[in-house]
């Protein structure tokens, strides 16, 4: 079974970048698509960007054009490049994968935009 440990969260002022990082156990990293979430206090997780096996990427619309995902299968590693950050990115941010029907996700990494 696959585990997914992220790193790179932080205290970070509001203009700022941070690159979160996301280790995954086992084999078969490059054949599964993997994506980051993220959950504000208070409101649902959700979807940021996401990255298939072919490197295609999706983001949500509040990260376009400040948010970069891309994927190491040599390391079997995911990162997510933030730049601009803002306040209103502040929240935990979790990695996710799907194997065989089944959602795994990291414990995530806690992301604090300062104004």
């Known amino acids: 079974q696959v585990q997914l440990v992220e790193s790179g969260g932080g205290l970070v002022q509001a203009g700022g970048s941070l690159r979160l990082s996301c280790a995954a156990s086992g084999s078969g990293f490059s054949i599964f698509a993997m994506a980051w979430y993220r959950q504000a206090p208070g409101k649902q997780r959700e979807l940021v960007a996401t990255?298939?096996?072919?490197?295609?990427?999706n983001y949500a619309d509040s990260v376009k054009g400040r948010f970069t995902i891309s994927r190491d299968n040599g390391k079997n590693t995911v990162y997510l490049q933030m730049n601009s950050l803002k306040p209103e990115d502040t929240a935990v941010y979790y990695c996710?994968?799907?194997?065989?029907?089944?959602?795994?996700w990291g414990k995530g990494t806690l992301v604090t935009v300062s104004s």
């Open positions: 990255i298939s096996s072919g490197f295609s990427t």
């Open positions: 996710h994968t799907r194997r065989g029907g089944m959602d795994t």
